[in-house]
């Protein structure tokens, strides 16, 4: 399947270096923001104080996105001469004598985004609006475990051509979101300990030839946080992390404003950190790692152990209603788990100070109760320094909703070659 009317841009591969590095004093490097990389941020505001704050003229986006009412039009233009924003009607200026302004929004016939979510065993593929909408949801399953990898990527272009089907434009790219080892700048699944199929799979190559358009493919959890900037908690945050707990635990860094890869986007392997020296045998094949504690298998176990009635289908969001229905073992199984993730979550406040957590997956489920349980052990653990606040929310779109937009996050990124 390929599109007739296909846009005539390349997608911007990331830069490995947009700033410029000036040698200090003393050997130390000072880096300075180069023009271009300004122009990025700008853009990257300009965009975030729309989706903050809905249609606006170009004057009130300039106060909002904190840049001068002559520099607004040279970030502007551009997107509305693209087709990704356009100009509303005017309406009467709120100063008097004003000239009538006309508010600025995404344009609706600008091409949509695809988005898919590939986790172990579960396909999602949908279309994102420009505004965050989402469109031709489609979910399939595969055999993670099998040996066809023919297979899944009949599944995989099935479900995500249903969805594309639907787009009357072509898409400007595709966002792909997937659980395990991933070498983003290669476009490659270097390894899913939970679905071998997917090992090796140079994902991005095979879909970039199959639909002609670009694709890009980050780690769930990062997804998850470019999510979060966009269209959640992150909003305006320049520092936060995304703490994800399911059947694996993950995160992602978002700090001083851009979204931290580290080489070829391996940082963020959270889950394999280690919290106890020797510990439980991990799916990684190592022991102690943080997410033998402080995901779904472990919580499962613990639950069977205590003789929990259903032990494989123990939640934190099930945990939270049996607490409060008066359960001391559910209350207390809660706690425990609270406790161990607040564990990784000191180790990374302690090494980084990121103060800000938003947790997804099944932790998240748990809701307010949940983070504000993890937040209370993370405040006894952590060496605080006076007046610190550390702050642990939920994200409450939803998990998958929130991949899926920050998989379409990760293409609006690339083609506008923002720093996020
Ligand atoms: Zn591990």
């Given amino acids: 399947m390929k599109f007739e009317n296909q846009p005539s841009y390349s997608l911007g591969q990331r830069s490995p270096s947009s700033k410029e590095v000036l040698p200090g004093e003393g050997g130390v490097n ?101 505004s965050g909408e989402i469109k031709a949801l489609r979910k399939a399953q ?12 009949t599944i995989m272009k099935d479900t995500l051509s249903a969805t594309l089907s639907q787009a009357n434009r072509a898409p400007f790219g595709i966002g792909i979101a997937s659980g395990g080892m991933i070498d983003s700048d290669n476009g490659v699944i270097l390894a899913v300990n939970l679905a071998p199929v997917l090992t ?74 280690v919290v106890q020296i020797d510990g439980e045998l991990c799916n990684c ?17 613990e639950a069977a152990q205590m003789g929990f009635e259903e032990p494989e289908s123990i939640t934190a969001a099930r945990l939270v209603n049996e607490a409060a229905e008066g359960s001391k073992a559910a209350d207390d199984l809660l706690d425990r788990y609270a406790r161990n993730v607040a564990f990784g979550i000191l180790n990374l406040q302690q090494t980084l100070s990121l103060n800000s957590y938003v947790l997804h997956g099944d932790i998240a489920g748990g809701g307010d109760i949940a983070a504000e349980r993890v937040r209370q052990h993370v405040e006894q653990l952590v060496r605080k320094r006076p007046n610190q606040e550390i702050s642990i929310t939920v994200n409450g779109i939803g998990e ?13 990124s690339s083609h506008l070659k923002l720093v996020i």
Avoid at 64 to 88: C, D, K, S
Avoid at 89 to 107: M, T
Avoid at 206 to 230: K, M, S, T
Avoid at 287 to 295: K, L
Wanted: glycine fraction near 14%; proline fraction near 6%.
């Fill in 142 to 153: 595969f055999d993670p475990r099998g040996e066809d990898r023919d297979a899944f990527l």
């Fill in 30 to 130: 000072v880096t300075l923001v180069s023009q271009s990389t300004l122009g990025e941020i700008n853009r990257g505001r300009v965009l975030q104080a729309l989706y903050d704050n809905g249609p606006k003229s170009r004057a009130e986006l300039a106060r909002l996105a904190g840049v001068n009412r002559t520099t607004i039009t040279g970030i502007v233009q551009p997107m509305i001469e693209e087709g990704l924003l356009v100009e509303g009607d005017a309406v009467p200026s709120d100063f008097k004598g004003g000239k009538p302004a006309r508010p600025i929004y995404f344009n609706p016939e600008a091409p949509m985004l695809g988005a898919v979510l590939l986790l172990p065993g579960r396909i999602q593929t949908c279309l994102v609006t420009l």
């Fill in 285 to 301: 094949g190592k022991h102690g790692c943080w997410e033998t504690v402080a995901a779904l298998p472990w919580l499962r176990r």
């Fill in 400 to 412: 998958g909703h929130t991949a899926l937009r920050g998989a379409a996050g990760l293409v609006l």
């Fill in 200 to 273: 090796g799979l140079p994902l991005v190559d095979i879909l970039q030839e199959h639909y002609a358009l670009p694709v890009v493919i980050d780690h769930h959890p990062r997804a998850l946080l470019v999510g979060d900037r966009w269209f959640g908690p992150g909003r305006g945050q320049q520092t936060f992390a995304a703490i994800y707990t399911g059947e694996v635990l993950g995160g992602a860094f978002y700090i001083d404003g851009r979204v931290y890869r580290g080489l070829a986007g391996s940082g963020g392997e959270l889950g394999h950190t």
